[in-house]
């Protein structure tokens, strides 16, 4: 099983700033996944973030406000960029579990986010 | 992926087996259905997961019906620390892994 640890485990910040989440796994992965999960819902996937080349972005996000970083295989950064009150949520990053694991996915402790 | 339908909440007692039914009727052949839980607070954990036969393993069982139409998961022995939103999943391995997540179930384990 792979273990991730994401920083700030929390923060509360004002609308109009930027927050820099990261997210570090204990062992080299391939593939690394962005969630965010609103308030009393379930989880939505932000993006995916390959090693060396531009991460892919779901529907409905865009790279303009969630830039992501993936510098090195156990390293990746999510930045909420210019935050609004309805940016309040829970970011989550998980990595693929290693080969013949099924795409067991592991998920990290997540960062709650308010915007004041 | 095929769309998933699972029952809002659910409650057992301590120590009954836990029952979470999970419809996913549109199932391709080669999507498989994996099951996730998340404890409040914290990151949603991989459970189990199947492609057409029975599964078990030490945190659960996995029967999948023979149309494939439909799944359960069985916790045995349900204790305090099962509580948590349980998520069905279908998914087809060999893509880029992406988890879609449903509403879930709520299971709430009681004395």
């Known amino acids: 099983s792979a273990v991730i640890s994401q920083k700030p485990s929390r923060d509360i910040c004002q609308r109009g700033t930027s927050l820099t989440i990261q997210c570090q796994v204990d062992s080299q992965v391939t593939m690394m996944f962005w969630y965010r999960q609103q308030p009393g819902q379930s989880l939505t996937l932000i993006a995916t973030a390959n090693q060396g080349s531009e991460a892919t972005y779901e529907s409905g996000f865009v790279i303009d406000k969630f830039p992501i970083s993936r510098p090195n295989l156990t390293f990746s950064t999510l930045t909420v960029s210019n935050m609004s009150p309805e940016d309040s949520s829970i970011y989550l990053c998980?990595?693929?579990?290693?080969?013949?694991?099924?795409?067991?996915?592991?998920f990290g402790p997540g960062t709650r986010l308010t915007v004041l | 992926d095929a769309k998933t339908t699972q029952p809002p909440s659910m409650d057992c007692a301590e120590g009954r087996a836990a029952n979470l039914p999970c419809n996913h009727s549109?199932?391709?052949?080669?999507?498989?259905v994996y099951w996730y839980r998340q404890i409040h607070s914290q990151g949603p954990q991989y459970i189990i997961h199947g492609l057409k036969n029975n599964e078990t393993n030490e945190m659960a069982s996995l029967i999948i019906t023979e149309d494939r139409k439909s799944s359960t998961l069985i916790l045995p022995h349900a204790t305090l620390r099962d509580t948590a939103v349980y998520y069905c999943i279908v998914q087809s391995t060999g893509t880029a892994s992406k988890l879609t997540f449903g509403t879930g179930t709520r299971l709430q384990v009681t004395l």
């Open positions: 549109t199932i391709s052949g080669n999507e498989y």
């Open positions: 998980s990595v693929e579990g290693q080969p013949n694991s099924y795409n067991e996915q592991f």
